[in-house]
């Protein structure tokens, strides 16, 4: 496979300044719905970027769970390496990659945890089996094999054969963005690249347009 000779030409339109809405959250609402509207699979999946403390990246999938003028949700056992990289830097950026509608949004921010009644309300909703897993899975910790895990759901399920309580360490976060990028292909890759931005001064988003 020739990795240099992979590309394609986007084409399929471009984002003036005229196109945004006063704010990154409306503007995003309108683009996660157009997205969701164009048959993409799982378009609230997202990249979540974290730092540990020596200073090493990591980034996973996770999907967005609720979006507010709080901030950007999701959730996690707060043991894994995610919940332990934010424990002691909270900065974090978030990256929804909509390919086939050749857009990305980025985001950077500041991941708050969220209170306990907002992680049970969210838990009741879970499917029980996802619940249980939450229970089954100390999530990013070296296990002996998969009959390890069976064993552990097996007995979640056998622990909690009705409700199934939220675990101590599971919860969730709301990013609160300070940064949010609507990136749109071009030909020619003159992608347009416009940010909302604002710092703790500020009470208003203020709107830049980046080169590609």
Known sequence: MDLAALRAEYARGGLEESDLAADPVTMFRAWLAEAAASGLHEPNAMVVS??????RPSSRMVLLKGLDEHGFRFFTNTGSRKGEDLAGNPRCSLLFP???????????GTAVPLSRADVAAYFSTRPRG??????????SRVVSGRQELNDAFADAEARYPDDVPVPE????????????EFWQGRPGRMH?????????????WQVVRLAP
């Open 50 to 55: 974290t730092v540990d403390a020596e200073g």
């Open 98 to 108: 909509w390919h086939p509608l050749e857009r990305q949004v980025r985001i950077d």
């Open 130 to 139: 996802s619940q249980l897993g939450a229970w089954a899975s100390h999530q």
């Open 169 to 180: 360490e599971w919860g969730g976060y709301a990013v609160v963005p300070d940064a949010v």
């Open 192 to 204: 347009d690249r416009l940010v909302y931005r604002r710092d703790d001064s500020e009470s208003d």
